[in-house]
């Protein structure tokens, strides 16, 4: 009993403790009402007053409760104790909120993409981490063990990059990816997506036999492959059409940046959770052609749009297992219900061809006479959309070949002009408003 | 586009661009000096990254202000972004308002034909209170005046700060051939010449 006692206030102090010192570092930061990082700072002070409210109802019921009770009041503040301290993997988060390590530009980008992806304004907080990924509504799936509801209002995005890619203005429509994260889980969109093609019976009779193939030669049940497979159908899936939220946000800017990043890290190897690289590459230049884009751009880059191409026709299948054979086949069938979503999903925001060119010769224009390119002359602000596209080309057409996809990133210079450009161009978008 | 002056971007041309003169706006981006961080500039011994390394970068987001002390001093940028034509020169200096508070936005004041880039600001507060400086105000003018012919040598040529955008360190390094001219003067001038070979008795 004494020993269940002492635990039991040992683990309510320790979690105290821990609470209090998450809860006063968003306090020692510059973040403001309404401000970026200020629904992240609500949305961890919202899940920590849950959790004080669990610990302070068992310590009211401590007490009187019979010793088995108390055992489970025991176990649950440990659990409670582990919950707190896994969000204070948030204090990065808080700190990267209150002072940005990225440039204004970059701000101003990923939170129009967030508008022209979501539809609506998201309070996006890059963080330096390893990596490009997303943390949606982070502590959201905590809600239900600690009877919290749903809260509404701006939803908390984390976006993670790779810290050494700071400066890699040109691999900002990467984020356009990661955005499109927050439209498939905001929306039923991917629910939509398979909808439509499992209630195909070719479709079914497809993941049945993929699925019971994998149960055969996993020697699994038929429910547990089934399981798995549904997932990576979910997760491949995802993928694609995050992807084509972003190609069709930004136009070949997009294929620039992944081809840049990813290209080199891997090629035709199915991941559990992401379609092989080529298979999205081969997604992204079939949109372009289909679209009009590939007209428009690949006469200025010849020699790195074939190699793209050559690329993704060089692939042979190797001899995939039933799951992925299944997978493949399926991100090709739905390639057109894919595109016809995400158009939906981003209505008047698709970036079409013809609304780059006469900006892309404006832009032409001021970068020939080194002249930053964020005003057009008749005093508007040039598009965002066109001033990366035309970062990529102005770089890749210098020399044409595929390391430059590469060495483009080294010029930091380069990339800060255009990034300046970028911010300029926001702002005078924004003083341009009623 | 080669001759001419372009000032962008420009927010709002009905007051910026006044009588004899265009208004410039403070950028976003400020260096500030890390006071604790080595002895002092000396150009002999200096080289950029030793300069840069002395100095903090700050981003001030719109609306926000940067607060400068009396006697503080500070690199900041304007707004607009420059490019001069071979045929014109311009001066920046500040506007009177923010002079009758003490403020010194530019100590080199000389725009060379040819400049191409924002231009950095020399921000000094000779008042007696701090300044707050909100990134987008007008503190600055731009006084433009035609060459009597083209330059032969436009700033391109030999620039040490090319398309500029934000305020950029001191390259004072540049320099270092000519401080090593004056000391080799300097030898020349006052040192005793040593025998070159000792005498013989």
Known sequence: ?434 | MEDRLVITPMLDRDRQVGAASVDLRLSSDFLIARRAEGSGIDPAESDERAISSRQERITVPFGERFWLHPQQFALGSTLEFLRMPPHLGAYVVGRSSWGRIGLIVATAIMVQPGYRGTLTLELINEGETPIALYPGLRVAQLAVHALTATTAFPYEVAAKYVSAIGPEAPKLAWDADEVATMKALHNRLNKVQPPSTPVAN
Request: charged residues 20%; contains cysteine.
């Open chain 1, 1 to 434: 009993m004494a020993d269940l006692d002492s635990e039991f206030g040992f683990l309510a102090a320790s979690a105290k403790r821990s609470i209090d010192l998450l809860r006063a570092y968003p306090e020692q930061t510059s973040i403001k009402a309404d401000e970026r990082g200020s629904a992240l700072r609500g949305h961890i002070e919202y899940t920590l007053a849950g959790v004080e409210s669990k610990l302070q109802d068992a310590a009211v019921n401590f007490p009187a409760a019979t010793p088995s009770e108390q055992a489970e009041y025991v176990k649950r503040a440990r659990l409670l104790n582990s919950l707190v301290r896994f969000m204070h993997r948030s204090v990065p988060w808080v700190s990267q909120a209150a002072t940005p390590s990225l440039a204004l530009g970059a701000l101003y980008f990923i939170d129009e993409l967030g508008e022209r992806i979501c539809g609506m304004r998201l309070d996006a907080v890059p963080n330096a981490a390893d990596e490009y990924s997303t943390e949606r509504w982070p502590f959201q799936p905590l809600f239900k063990d600690l009877g919290l509801a749903v809260q509404s209002g701006p939803r908390p995005v984390v976006l993670n990059f790779p810290r050494l890619e700071s400066a890699s203005h040109l691999l900002l429509p990467i984020y356009a990816h990661e955005v499109g994260h927050t439209a498939v889980w905001e929306t039923a969109i991917l629910q939509d997506v398979i909808d439509a093609h499992s209630s195909e019976s070719a479709f079914s009779a497809a993941f049945n036999k993929a699925r019971d193939d994998t149960a055969a030669s996993a020697k699994i049940s038929q429910r547990e492959a089934g399981y798995i497979l549904a997932w990576r159908l979910n997760a491949w899936t995802t993928e694609m059409l995050c992807d084509q939220c972003a190609i069709q946000a930004l136009g070949p800017s997009y294929l620039y940046a992944f081809a840049s990043f990813l290209l080199s890290e891997s090629w035709d190897e199915p991941g559990e959770r992401h379609p092989p690289t080529c298979v999205r590459v081969a997604h992204m230049l079939d949109y372009l052609a289909g679209s009009g884009w590939s007209a428009s751009v690949e006469t200025d880059i010849p020699a790195i749009s074939s190699w793209l191409k050559d690329q993704v026709a060089a692939t042979s299948a190797k001899q995939p297992d039933a799951a992925t054979s299944f997978l493949l086949a399926a991100m090709h069938e739905m390639r057109p219900t894919i595109r016809e979503h995400t158009a939906k999903q981003l209505g008047a925001s698709v970036y079409l061809p013809s609304e780059f060119a006469p900006e892309a010769s404006v832009i032409s224009e001021l970068t020939r006479y080194d002249t930053l390119p964020a005003q057009r002359h008749d005093g508007g602000p040039l598009d965002r959309r066109a001033i990366i596209l035309s970062a990529w080309l102005s770089v890749l057409e210098a020399d044409d070949q595929p390391a430059t996809l590469a060495n483009a990133l080294g010029d930091v210079r380069t990339q800060a002009f255009f990034a300046k450009a970028i911010e300029m161009s926001a702002l005078l978008a924004a003083w341009s408003q009623p």
